[in-house]
């Protein structure tokens, strides 16, 4: 049988709160919501780049893959992208 992924927000891989309560509090920006960001700033710089690349329409579809929380930490995603739909 082939391991696949838990959908994103599911919280079955978690850690204990036992285990969790030893960690210090962080933020978490999910991989996807992170690469995003990067694009963006990439666009900011080089517009006409980013036009013909459609950074737009991959920063789009990275945002659409929010892992919405920290698979073992339970920690929610801080980026915005869910709140503004
Ligand atoms: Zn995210």
């Given at each position: ?12 891989e978690q850690l204990p709160d036992d285990i969790l309560g030893l960690l210090p509090p ?60």
């Open positions: 049988m082939t391991w696949t992924p838990p959908p994103p927000g599911d919280r079955r962080g933020a978490y920006l999910c991989d996807p919501c992170q690469t995003a960001r990067s694009l963006h700033a990439v666009a900011l710089g080089q517009p006409e780049r980013a036009a013909a690349l459609d950074l737009d329409g991959h920063r789009e579809r990275l945002h659409a893959r929010c892992q919405i929380r920290q698979p073992w930490t339970g920690l929610e995603c801080r980026c915005r992208c869910r709140r503004e739909e």
